[in-house]
């Protein structure tokens, strides 16, 4: 089974409007986190936002938050006032307390429109 | 701002060669990650290590080999490319624990090597 599901290959959001990319994930382990990293056309994969599991609180950062809905077992990035610079390939990723491997989804690619 | 550095940025290279490819890490992260990505693709974990001296083959089956001497070294080689190895490879590292955001232990990446094997 697929530990992240990313449903939505491509995205397309209007400039200044919020996006939701979606995350679903599988474990059995009580303890892990979850990461959004985004890849812009460069290549190189930047960190965004973190998720324990034992976190109370959904994550922000900046324009960046994720709404974390543990029951679902989901984990969707939300992108507030999107600006032109977001148009990038957006990763979800989990790594499990128990191991030392990261799982990665396929990645949402994100146009923002002018 | 990550200090993790690959070498060579892009590559073309023959088939039959063999080749390096240079990930450095100036962090003192004691866990490196090789991944490899099709464009536009998932990453596919091919080589990891816990610390010095300790390497293990990921999900993904791959030719190539990796070693660990130096915590902050962490090469990928290829001892004869072939098409087939045409991919962008991205070298990560993480600390096993810290304070602050490295409680999150998030990977921090290279800006990848860009290989083609003609």
């Known amino acids: 089974a697929q530990k992240i599901t990313q449903t939505q290959p491509g995205m397309f959001v209007q400039e200044k409007e919020a996006v939701t990319l979606d995350c679903t994930y599988d474990?059995?382990?009580?303890?892990?986190?979850l990461f959004w990293y985004k890849q812009p056309s460069s290549g190189e994969m930047i960190f965004l936002i973190y998720q324990g599991s034992y976190d109370q609180q959904n994550a922000t950062e900046g324009r960046y938050s994720l709404n974390f809905q543990k029951a679902r077992k989901s984990a969707n990035l939300v992108i507030s006032a999107s600006q032109l610079g977001d148009s990038a390939m957006y990763f979800c990723a989990m790594r499990e307390a128990t191991g030392n491997q990261f799982y990665f989804g396929t990645g949402t690619s994100l146009t923002v429109i002018p | 701002e990550a200090d993790i550095y690959q070498t060579p940025r892009y590559l073309v290279i023959g088939t039959g060669k063999k080749i390096t490819l240079e990930c450095s890490q100036t962090?003192?992260?004691?866990?490196m990650y090789w991944y490899q990505q099709d464009p536009g693709m998932e990453l596919h974990l091919i080589h990891y290590s816990y610390g010095v001296n300790s390497t293990e083959k990921g999900d993904l089956s791959s030719e190539s080999t990796v070693s660990r001497i130096r915590t902050e070294h962490f090469p990928l080689t290829l001892e004869s490319a072939r098409p087939s190895h045409t991919s962008q490879y991205l070298c990560a590292s993480r600390l096993s624990s810290g304070g602050g955001l490295l409680l999150a232990g998030e990977l921090f990446f290279g800006e990848g090597s860009r290989l083609t094997v003609l």
């Open positions: 962090m003192g992260h004691d866990k």
């Open positions: 474990t059995s382990d009580p303890s892990y986190g």
